[in-house]
């Protein structure tokens, strides 16, 4: 009965590879977030879609790509890892402007 | 662009004592959310705060509202070992993206 999953929890790649990572929320919320979380614990977003639609898309580098196949599925899938994509990514969701349930983190670290 | 700066960046206290975190904004706010995060694990919703100066309460945890909508502040009253973890303020401008602090960690001694 998990309310933000989101899978990978650990994910180690070389650089140069492409993942991806898996959220899903069962929350029936309408508004879906890719946090990157650097060493620092500094929390930024890259991408909010709503109702599927994709409504924030910050600096990020177009190697990030999300995906929302419906409104509990948001996907993000990273092409050509580097070493600076290490870092934990964390799926959150809510209802409009709501407080955010966030998923447990996928640690990703690229080698 | 919309920046949300937060004090102190560490605090260290020992278990009984208070402890407060600020948050302040660039911009008027048309929210303010708080959130825990222990060692470890992922962001946990607290509270959101919406109307200028206002104040709301959770057992030993006090969050206020600035009235000018542009700061906040949240306070732990005889902090326990349970308290420890990073507290994050983040504020949204009106239709606009929601804007994490750096956060405050918070370590307790017993």
């Known amino acids: 009965d998990t309310a933000v999953s989101q899978t990978p929890k650990y994910l180690v790649t070389q650089m140069g590879n492409d993942k991806s990572i898996k959220c899903e929320q069962n929350?029936?919320?309408?508004?879906m977030y890719w946090y990157k979380q650097d060493s620092k614990k500094f929390l930024k977003i890259m991408f909010s879609y709503n109702n599927k639609e994709l409504i924030i898309n910050e600096t990020v580098p177009n190697r990030f790509s999300p995906k929302s196949p419906d409104k509990a599925h948001l996907n993000l899938h990273i092409n050509s890892l580097e070493l600076g994509d290490s870092a934990v990514y964390f799926c959150a969701s809510s209802l409009s402007d709501r407080g955010a349930f966030f998923g447990q983190g996928t640690r990703l670290t690229v080698v | 662009g919309q920046q949300v700066m937060q004090i102190p960046q560490y605090q260290h206290v020992q278990e009984g004592e208070d402890f407060t975190t600020y948050c302040n904004s660039s911009t008027t706010l048309s929210n303010i959310q708080w959130y825990k995060q222990r060692p470890g694990g992922h962001p946990v919703f607290l509270i959101q705060l919406v109307k200028s100066g206002e104040v709301k309460k959770q057992k030993r945890l006090t969050f206020q509202f600035g009235e000018a909508k542009k700061n906040s502040s949240l306070h732990i009253t005889a902090t326990q070992t349970t308290d420890v973890g990073t507290y994050f303020c983040?504020?949204?401008?009106?239709?606009?993206?929601?804007?994490f602090g750096a956060g405050t960690i918070l370590r307790v001694k017993s």
């Open positions: 929350l029936g919320h309408d508004t």
């Open positions: 983040a504020g949204r401008e009106y239709g606009n993206k929601l804007v």
